[in-house]
């Protein structure tokens, strides 16, 4: 119940296309959703993230779209672009857990091509 | 600022020797967590620090593991008796108030 699914695994995209992300969870107790992204070499930085109470959330070129009944939500990037190229990792917080732990996705690694 | 630095950025270790790995986490931020992440997998939760109070370690894979933070700033994570699974990047992240963890750039660990 701790798990947070997330598909696919790589990802290669034409410059200018939208990429697609998608997790899944089965515990209804988070109520945080962040997306990390990581460059080769460099530590996850947080891209973007959303809690439930929202369906959808934007910045710049990236959307979080969440549903709340299906347990899923996705990170679209639009107008991808070279510089995208990175591993995302999708993440959830449990309600309540003090120590703001962070349960992670296994990662997509999104290759652009120009 | 400076962001969360972790040293030594790539350890190469032989099989059985004990290795410590360093994090120092922006100043200011109480909250201190040790992360591993195997090739091709998510991050893994080891251990958390809030503060003064008594460290999360329920995510430390076995009692080689252990780690610890002096004065509330740095920590370190030290693993005995290596073996060849502990190979991974190590990473650590530092959090104030928000939910956000800032992430080092972590510490490649080979056991060979």
């Known amino acids: 119940q701790q798990q947070v699914k997330q598909s696919p695994q790589s990802l290669i995209v034409q410059k200018g296309g939208i990429s697609i992300i998608n997790c899944a969870y089965e515990?209804?107790?988070?109520?945080?959703f962040p997306w990390y992204q990581q460059f080769p070499g460099k530590g996850p930085a947080l891209l973007i993230a959303?809690?439930?109470?929202?369906s959808e959330k934007k910045e710049g070129r990236f959307t979080i779209s969440f549903n709340k009944s299906a347990k899923q939500f996705s990170l679209h990037i639009m107008d991808s672009q070279p510089g995208d190229s990175a591993t995302y990792f999708c993440a959830a917080k449990l309600s309540g857990a003090g120590s703001y732990q962070l349960t992670f996705g296994k990662g997509t690694k999104l290759s652009v091509i120009p | 600022g400076a962001g969360v630095s972790q040293s030594p950025s790539n350890k190469v270790t032989e099989k059985g020797k004990d290795v410590e790995l360093r994090c120092d986490p922006i100043?200011?931020?109480?909250?201190l967590y040790w992360y591993r992440q195997r090739l091709g997998q998510g991050l893994e939760f080891l251990i958390y620090?809030?503060?003064?109070?008594?460290?999360?370690k329920s995510g430390l894979p076995s009692d080689r593991f252990s780690a610890e933070r002096t004065g509330g700033s740095v920590s370190t994570l030290t693993i005995q008796r290596t073996q060849q699974e502990d190979s991974a990047v190590y990473l650590c992240a530092s959090r104030e108030a928000s939910y956000e963890q800032y992430f080092g750039p972590g510490t490649r660990l080979t056991v060979t």
């Open positions: 959303i809690r439930p109470d929202v």
């Open positions: 515990n209804t107790a988070f109520d945080y």
């Open positions: 620090f809030q503060g003064n109070s008594a460290p999360d």
């Open positions: 100043s200011g931020h109480t909250a």
